[in-house]
């Protein structure tokens, strides 16, 4: 059990730490937009302001999954879940960080794949700058595979009879209007 804490405590910590990393790029995206903003006043020409914002959000949105997710902050099933209890309750759950988990996995495949093609490919941005997609995509997957792991690591808390902990306790998140 030991070792189960510390993988617990091990995972929790790099989903905080992903949680920062998007934090992080939030406020990289507000400066970038500000710049932009002011750029464009004072006449100023800034080549890739607005493709650096957009890599911005998305990899501050993919880093942010597995935080949010562990944190019970995604819409959930919480009004169907109170509708039912006992074994049906507990089905229902399963169901949900089944599939969650298949589709995270799908996801992390399919972008880890897509961010190889584009390195092994040298495919670059239309943008002004040209710059290699493969790096801002690296962030996208590297947060959809803290994602599945978040969810591999929340179905095997699941199946081990622990506390779901990807349900909010209290709130929407449960399903309380």
């Known amino acids: 059990m030991r070792i189960l804490a510390a993988v617990d405590r091990l995972l929790d910590r790099v989903y905080l730490w992903c949680g ?7 406020l990289a995206l507000a400066l970038l937009i500000i710049a932009s903003i002011i750029s464009r006043l004072i006449g100023a020409y800034v080549p890739g302001l607005t493709e650096y914002a957009g ?18 902050g995604h819409i959930r099933v919480g009004i169907l879940l109170n509708a039912v209890s006992g074994r ?10 089944g599939m969650g988990t298949v589709l995270a996995v799908y996801l992390a495949w399919f972008l880890v794949r897509m961010t ?3 390195w092994k490919l040298g495919d ?10 493969w790096i801002p995509q690296t962030l996208l997957s590297f947060g959809a595979v803290v994602l599945a792991i978040c969810f591999i690591h929340s179905l095997i808390i699941f199946l081990a009879g622990r506390d779901d902990p990807t349900v909010a306790k209290g709130g929407i998140a449960e399903g309380e209007v």
């Open 116 to 118: 190889h093609v584009s």
């Open 88 to 97: 049906v309750r507990r089905g229902v759950q399963l169901w949900c960080l």
């Open 55 to 72: 890599y911005a959000m998305g990899g501050a949105s993919f880093l942010a999954l597995a935080h949010t997710l562990r944190a019970g």
């Open 124 to 133: 670059r941005s239309e943008g002004d700058d040209a710059l290699l997609l």
């Open 20 to 26: 920062y990393a998007a934090a992080v790029l939030l």
